[in-house]
């Protein structure tokens, strides 16, 4: 064989080992970012986030089980049954987001406020940080670079479908 037949030999069975690797671990993988997800959610604000399950349906789906929202005082904010996201391989190519369809069923929200506070106030909590008193350089923005990412972001978005089943909300005001 000649060297660049074994180059590419070698290439092609790196990647096809890599592909399985991926799949065989992305169970893994999606345990250890959604375990992620639910810390820094904690860390932010206080509140619990809780997915119950959480698996792949297929290669471009990943469906999550029971997802609960907290609150510090464990009151239910947002119960979800079930939630599927779909994702586009051609997009995740393109280092586009990769998120092409969301499915929610049964969607419970509680809210509540009274004179005082409401239970759900940690999630719109902001934290306090001392400005820095040093003088930083004006710097001119580049409206139209700024216009073209927009406009990228919400052709990357127009092609996103939501559906939602069974939304129920409840809002309490004493």
């Known amino acids: 064989m000649t060297k660049l037949k074994k180059i590419l030999l070698f290439?092609?069975?790196?990647?096809?080992?890599?592909?399985?690797?991926?799949?065989?671990?992305?169970d893994y993988f999606l345990e250890r970012k959604i375990n992620s997800v639910c810390e820094s959610f904690h860390n932010k604000t206080g509140g619990m986030l809780i997915i119950s399950e959480k698996k792949f349906e297929s290669l471009q789906s990943i469906r999550f089980g029971e997802i609960l929202i907290l609150s510090p005082a464990n009151d239910s904010i947002i119960k979800v049954d079930s939630a599927t996201v779909g994702s586009s391989l051609w997009k995740l190519i393109q280092f586009k987001s990769p998120i092409n369809r969301i499915e929610i069923k049964n969607v419970d929200v509680a809210l509540y406020k009274d004179s005082i506070k409401s239970n759900y106030d940690f999630l719109f909590r902001k934290k306090i940080t001392q400005l820095e008193e040093t003088e930083k350089p004006r710097i001119e923005k580049n409206y139209a670079a700024e216009l073209s990412s927009i406009w990228d972001n919400m052709m990357d978005l127009s092609s996103l479908k939501i559906f939602v089943n069974d939304i129920k909300v409840k809002f309490n005001n004493t």
């Open 11 to 26: 290439i092609f069975l790196l990647t096809i080992v890599g592909l399985l690797s991926a799949i065989l671990l992305r």
